[in-house]
């Protein structure tokens, strides 16, 4: 009789000042019943309400907890790619990444996983039919909506909602597309890695997902960090599609 191994799939989740969400989040991810063996990597930039301190704790007792801990490094966008990095060295069939802040729902993760061996990258995504963003006000909806639209407009990716940081991607595609020239510092890693993965003509699928307002915590979306967010997307296009052709040639 043959005994199938478990695929792997990693969870990263980058964090900063997550403290009174973290440790609920971590729980209820370890809590799943799914096919896939799960690990989680949280990373966090030495956050000073102690988040790194008690994913440590919880790491000693749990074996599927690990902590990647920067120092004077912050930024969401080189927390991911530090990340995802780090995640590559479990060999994963998938890598999920999520936020901290229950915004995404840890009991969706599932329905990416289900979709991941059908695509390449699959995303968790609001704009979709059955998709949902619930309880946010409408200053951040109007946000959301102009920022996506002139990234989908813009960068002309196919994919509805190009701002989701809910997705699932086959770790050989993040082996592939050399997560050490990405460029961004900050939350424009989200679109930098899925234009880079549409230009590399990669699968990518959307699902509908339900995001929700932070449940505890403050945000880190400054006015300074969307419009950070919004120059470097507008430098994007410039900046892949021409060395893409490059690699081509
Ligand atoms: N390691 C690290 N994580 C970060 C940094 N900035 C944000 N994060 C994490 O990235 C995720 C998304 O950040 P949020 O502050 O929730 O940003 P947002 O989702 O656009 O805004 P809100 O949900 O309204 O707060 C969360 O898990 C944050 O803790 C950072 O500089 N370093
Ligand atoms: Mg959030």
Redesign the pocket.
């Known amino acids: 009789m043959s005994i199938e191994k478990r695929k792997k799939a990693v969870v990263v ?6 403290r009174e969400n973290i440790l609920p989040l971590l729980s209820k991810i370890l809590n799943l019943t799914i096919e896939e063996e799960i690990s989680i990597l949280v ?3 030495d956050s000073p309400d102690g988040t790194g301190a008690a994913v440590s704790a919880l790491a000693q007792k749990e074996k599927n907890i690990h902590l990647l801990t ?1 120092k004077g490094k ?3 966008g080189t ?1 991911g790619i530090d990340g995802f990095i780090e995640a590559l060295k479990f060999k994963p069939d998938y890598i999920i990444e999520m ?3 229950f ?1 995404h729902q840890p009991e969706q993760i599932p329905y990416l996983l289900n979709e991941a061996d059908e695509c390449d990258v699959v995303i968790g995504s609001r704009f979709v039919k059955g998709g949902r963003d619930i309880n946010r006000n409408i200053g ?1 909806k109007l946000i959301t909506f102009l920022v996506r639209n002139f990234i989908r407009f813009y960068l002309k990716i196919p994919v509805k909602d190009v701002s989701s ?1 809910f997705r699932c991607f086959r770790g050989d595609v993040l082996e592939k597309i050399d997560l050490k020239s990405l460029k961004s510092v900050g ?1 424009s890693i989200v679109q930098e890695i899925l234009y880079k993965t549409y230009l590399s003509g990669f699968r990518i699928k959307e699902i509908p997902i339900t995001f929700k307002k ?1 449940k505890a915590g403050k ?3 400054t006015l300074a960090v969307l419009l950070e967010t919004l120059s470097f997307n507008w430098r994007l296009k410039k900046l892949w599609r021409a060395s893409i052709k490059k690699e081509e040639t």
């Open positions: 989740i980058p964090t900063y000042n997550e990373v966090d930039d920067r912050r930024g969401r927390a936020d901290a802040d915004s951040r940081g939350p932070r945000t880190k979306l």
